[in-house]
């Protein structure tokens, strides 16, 4: 295992996407992690599939104290990432029905890999998403109102901590002014998402999208927007709700050579069959990775 590789929770599994990283977000429950949570999972990110496979090889262990923790596979996840794509169903997503739509270079690179794919013998065609909603309403309500919760309880201090962006602080208060039936209700529309989504997925092995509709935004920004700071997350986030595992890959590079990244999602507890997956896409992409020793001016 490679020493930059590192054990991530993030909600969704797009944070390795900004530094051309690997990673996995796991069937939920695969990675036990406290506190319990339906939105929250636990999974490796690191420079290569190798990395994150020998890291979810040791992290598989079953903890009671995780309401959500499945019993350990025994899987050596490392040892077991060979497979031919031939024969395999591969959905690509490049519409998520709502929300942001990929920028031309990520739609090209999700396309671009869906061809890879295609060339070593799998059947790909597109997916096309059952949702005509904006479905990231009701889960900004939930992380909303989370936020609120966790921010109040932080340390006392200042009018204005330098230490939490403005923007967030913003929405996080916001969450005060949700109740207890708008918590239900939302969690109600999440649970129609979430069926309506597993539905669709039904007769594919695979589904690869973008991981974010953008390349990147500003470090200093909470997000693409100020007022709901995890909006660009639509193409992860619904992903999160329905427990499936989905990993990242970096696909190519912008004119700028940030990193573009593609994700792979498979079903409910084949998370050997997404890493093997996106070792393919992995072998196959034609761009070569030049990790820096020393930091870029």
Known sequence: MSPSARI???PSAYRPLHCGLAGLKPTH?????????TMRMAGPMGRSVDDIARLLTVLTRQDERDTWSLPADGVRYHERLDRDVKGLKVGVLTDMGFGMKPEAVVRETVEAAGQLLAGAGA?????????????YEAIDLFLQVRGYLEYISLPPHGDTPDDINPYVRAWSLGGAKHSGPDLYRALGRIAKMKAAL???FEGWDY????????VNFPAEEPGVSREMPLEHTLFTAMFNQTCQPASTVNMAFDSRHLPIGVQVIGHRFDDLGVLQVTKALEDMRPVKMDWPFKPRP
Not at 29 to 37: I, K, M, Q, S
């Open 8 to 10: 991530s929770r993030a």
């Open 29 to 37: 429950g695969r990675v036990p992690h406290l506190p319990a949570d």
């Open 123 to 135: 059947s790909v065609e597109p997916f096309i998403s059952p949702l005509d909603h904006d479905a």
């Open 198 to 200: 597993l539905g669709a």
């Open 207 to 214: 589904v690869i999208s973008p991981v974010m509709p953008v």
